[in-house]
């Protein structure tokens, strides 16, 4: 019982506090309560180094209890990020917003609770960015923690939420009739509670659970003193009934014309009614993206009856998104009434125009605007010679878009344009355009000129020249094309019997076709085009040459090619007197081998023969010759002179052969 009492003794201090280490000291000890004392000694020095322990974390707590009041009550805006941080931000003195997250973590496998703090620029607004600051890794604050959960709740007690961007949640639930509609419906934390239990494992160190509690100074009472939640009126308090925001969408009237729209809102509510009259409606929007812009706002006095009724509000700029708030009040000293949606304006896409610039390979683009905010611009292009890339990146209105010399004619081009404003990115309707080909260069002055290469007589060359030159860029290509051919039925064949390839500056063919004879009519004709780089040509233009005959050669001198009549024999160089011929009175047919050109005929022809008492006769190839002996006497006779020449159907004649040698015939009695 003594040492019982003793312990309570060495455990307070003359505070009323456990103060081990005085009262160790003092303790007497004597030899009988040694070996008390020795085991009595490690039980308090295990609690006293519990107690330091519990006492230092104590400590931590109520220190960190009352700066997280403090920081709540100092408080311009609260958000909450998420369900696991709270954003404090806080004007200060010079003008700037401080911005101090608590936040939940884990430290050493432990949950724990951290601070992070910053500065930004400017006095802190609702729209001011409290999820991106730049951070450290942050203080611990508090550490070996099992639970830390945040709480916020409005002025009427209603439990908000809100997700990782900071956008407020008021939770479902009927409002208490004690409580204002202006409270209930406040999107603003009052009441902000961080609540911390202890790990399992170190509950004999310290207090098991403990809870921060802060307070903003917010009010929806006129003439509020800042020590108090509020003043009650002097006279009953008015208030319009539940106002909702039922639709936003863009303006078809108020605002500036991007693009062939306008930068406003309409903003339909419903419900705002006041009893006794007109309601002062309050429409703002505040762009929280891109950050910096400032809110704009409209007033409206106006008598609600509880329909539908439409606010036009300007300035709601393309690419901007925020929160519009629509706040209803009755007059002076009215309640107000409030609801709050988030928006969007979007952004048109640009309305595009493409010109031919100043050369045919240069395109000039120009656009319209989409948004008063800054926008980039990027226009592409593609062309249906398979290629397609992105422009220069630009904020201007217009652009030039410049081709490799001589790409682009015959081309269809198509551009586009991008527009990027804040996170928004549009894509204007495609601008088409064509350049068109340039008259294409002809064929002209085509002449043919016998050659006879190859060793064919008719074999010649064409040579021609244009009538202009391809643009700059471009190649003059030209094709030949066997197309008119006289034949032997006096008739023209004009189908196309070969074309020949398409060869770059082309201006001369060699021209000999196998079908091609002397003495007949032939042309050819000419396909010219330009082509580009990339694959495209000009319309082709075909022109046909001035028909031409073919020359006829010299045919071969004739050759001795008679035949006996009796016996069918040839060449014969004898014959019998037709006086005892049995077969009549011819008795040779003289005729000659001739030379005619294919696609010709035997034409003038004729020989002369001599007698043997000097007697000359003109006859024509294939005569049948007789001849009469006197006297029963053999004679010879002479056929010299023999000639002819050669025509087509066309009525084209060859030169006359050369004479055929001279032959003796002997004439038999």
Known sequence: MKLRTHLRTLLTDRRGELNLREEVVALPIGVKVFTVAAILFVVV????????????????????????EKDVQA????????DSAIAILTTTAAGSCGVKV???GEAGGHKAVFTKETTTAGACTASTP???????????????????TFAVENL???????????????????????VSDADWTDLRPYRVTLDLSTAADRVGTYAKSRQYVGTTRITNVPQADPSLHYVPPATPVVAPSQLTITGIGRSTSAGAAYSGVREGATITITGGVCAAGTTTLTITYTPTAPTGLPPVSTITVVPLTGAAYAVELAGVQNGSEGTVLAVASCGDNSMTVQDQRDYHQSVPTPLLTVKQGATPEQYVLSWSAVSSLSTMYRPEWATNFGTDNDMANTTALTATMTFTTGTTYGATITFWVNATVSQDVVKSAPATIATAWPTTPAGANMTYTRTGYNGNYVSGNVK?????????????????????????SKTYNNAIQYQGPWTANLTQVNWGPSYALQGYPYGMGLQTRCASPTGLYSPVVQ????????????PGAPVWNAYNIYTYTAPVYWTHSTCNAPSGCSSLAVN????CAAGSNLNSNGWMSTDWGGGQYWHNFGFGDYWQLPNAVARNVTYTNAQYNCATPWGYVSPMSPVGAGVTVTVLP
């Open 45 to 68: 020095a295990t609690l006293i180094a519990s107690v330091s322990a519990t006492a230092a974390t104590n400590g931590r707590y109520n220190v960190n209890s009352l700066q997280f």
């Open 464 to 488: 021609w020249n244009f009538t202009g030159t391809c643009p700059a860029g471009t190649t003059l290509q030209a094709s030949q094309l066997e197309n008119h051919a006289g034949t032997t």
């Open 75 to 82: 408080s311009t805006v609260v958000k909450g990020l998420g």
């Open 592 to 595: 000659y081998v001739t030379y």
């Open 156 to 178: 009427g007690g209603r439990t908000i939420t809100f997700d990782i961007a900071g956008n407020p949640t008021l939770a479902s639930g009927s409002r208490p009739s004690t």
């Open 102 to 104: 608590w936040e939940a």
């Open 130 to 148: 409290a999820a991106t600051f730049p951070s450290t890794d942050g203080t611990l604050e508090v550490g070996e923690l099992s639970t830390v």
């Open 543 to 554: 022109v046909q040459s001035r028909e031409w005959i073919t020359p006829m050669a010299q």
